[in-house]
C-alpha cells in the first residue's frame, strides 16, 4: 500500500534549521525564586484545534500557582515542526513550553534525517497530560452503520472510499492507515489543514469516513448527520456508553488515542521540570477539572516526568511500525 502525501510550507525545515544553529548555551534556570517572568507555552497549530484548548486549559490555573503570566503562542506549520523546532531552539531555562500531539511523534520518522531536531533528545518531557480514544465517523448517507458494514462496503468499492485527517501524520490518519494495513482495505487519504474543514466535508459527502476526538464529533453524532463507527479503545467511555468499540466490530487489540504532551527544551533544569509536571498534574486532576476533560471526551491524565518520556518513545515506536508498513511517504 502506498501513501504519498505532500508538505505544505516546505521552506518551514530550512527556517527550523536556522532556529536549531541558534545558541543553546543559555545560563540554566536555578528552581530557586522560578519564575521571576512571564512563561509561554508553545502551541504548534492555529488557535482553537485540540492542542491550543489544551494549553488554554493548564494556562490559566498554572498561572496562578506560579505567580506569573502564562502566555499561550501558537506557531503553526509543517505539520508542527515550525513551533516545536522553536521551542526546541529556546534557552532551556524553564520559559517555554510545547505542548504536542501525535503528529510530534509521528515526524520522528515521516521526516526522519530531515528534521531540525530530535522530537525526543531535543526536549525534556514534562507530562502527559490528556488523552482521548479516537471514533471513527461516517457520512450519514452511507449505506452502512457499523464496523463490519464500512469494511464490506469498501472492499467492494478498493480507492472508491475517501477518508479525511485533521492533516497530515496525525494520529487520525495513521489510525486509518493502521485499519487499512490490518484489514486489507483500499481508501484514499484526503488531509486538511485541521479538523474543522474535514469535519464540514463529512457533513458535506466530500469525504465518507474520519477519525477524531469524540468532542470533535459529538454534536454531528447527536444531530444525525455523523453516523458513529466505533470507538479505538478497549472499552466504550464512560462518557459515551452506546458507542462500541472497534474491537466489538472485530477488530481486537485495535486501539488509538489522540494526546497531549508538555515539552521543554532539552536540559531544562530538573527541579523546574518535576515542579511544572507536578502542578499540572494538580490541575488536570482537579475533581472540576477532571470532569470538564470528561465532558469533552478526554481523559485526565498529569503523568510524571518519566512516565510522559517513556509514552512519548512509545508512539515514536509505535507510529515508525505504521508508517513503514503502510508506505506513508512526504515529499
Not at 494549553?55 to 490559566?60: G, K, Q
Not at 523546532?85 to 504536542?100: E, I, K, L
Not at 532539552?266 to 499540572?280: G, K, L, M, Q, W
Amino acid at each position: 500500500m502506498s501513501r504519498l502525501v505532500s508538505l505544505t510550507r516546505r521552506g518551514a525545515l530550512g527556517a527550523g534549521a536556522a532556529l536549531l544553529a541558534a545558541p543553546l548555551a543559555a545560563p540554566l534556570a536555578r528552581a530557586a525564586g522560578y519564575p521571576d517572568r512571564p512563561i509561554r507555552i508553545v502551541v504548534p497549530y492555529t488557535p482553537g484545534g485540540t492542542t491550543d484548548v489544551a494549553a488554554r486549559f493548564v494556562a490559566e490555573p498554572l498561572s496562578k500557582v506560579l505567580g506569573q503570566p502564562v502566555v499561550v503562542e501558537n506557531r503553526p506549520g509543517a505539520n508542527s515542526i515550525v513551533g516545536a523546532g522553536a521551542v526546541a531552539a529556546s534557552p532551556p531555562d524553564g520559559y517555554t513550553f510545547a505542548v504536542v500531539i501525535g503528529a510530534h511523534a509521528a515526524n520522528a520518522t515521516l521526516y526522519k534525517g530531515k528534521l531540525p531536531f530530535d522530537p525526543v533528545t531535543s526536549f525534556a518531557p514534562v507530562s502527559l497530560m490528556m488523552l482521548a480514544p479516537l471514533v471513527m465517523g461516517a457520512n450519514a448517507k452511507l449505506p452502512f452503520t457499523d464496523l463490519p458494514g464500512m469494511l464490506a462496503y469498501a472492499k467492494a468499492r478498493p480507492g472508491a472510499l475517501n477518508y479525511g485527517s485533521s492533516g497530515i501524520g496525525a494520529a487520525a490518519h495513521l489510525t486509518m492507515e493502521d485499519l487499512q494495513v490490518r484489514t486489507g482495505i483500499r481508501m484514499v487519504h484526503v488531509p486538511y489543514r485541521g479538523t474543522a474543514p474535514a469535519l464540514q466535508d463529512l457533513i458535506s459527502g466530500n469525504i465518507g469516513v474520519m477519525f477524531d476526538s469524540y468532542s470533535s464529533l459529538r454534536a454531528q453524532f447527536e444531530s444525525g448527520s455523523v453516523r458513529p463507527i466505533g470507538f479505538a479503545s478497549a472499552t466504550r467511555p464512560a462518557w459515551a456508553p452506546n458507542i462500541p468499540t472497534l474491537a466489538e466490530g472485530g477488530l481486537p487489540d485495535f486501539t488509538s488515542s489522540t494526546w497531549c504532551l508538555l515539552l521543554a527544551p532539552a536540559n531544562t533544569p530538573r527541579d523546574i521540570v518535576e515542579r511544572v509536571s507536578a502542578e499540572v498534574a494538580k490541575i488536570v486532576k482537579d475533581p472540576a477539572a477532571a470532569e470538564r476533560l470528561r465532558s469533552l471526551g478526554f481523559d485526565a491524565v498529569g503523568s510524571s516526568p518519566e512516565e510522559a518520556g517513556t509514552f512519548l518513545r512509545g508512539e515514536v515506536a509505535r507510529w515508525a511500525g505504521v508508517i513503514t508498513a503502510a508506505n506513508v511517504t512526504v515529499e
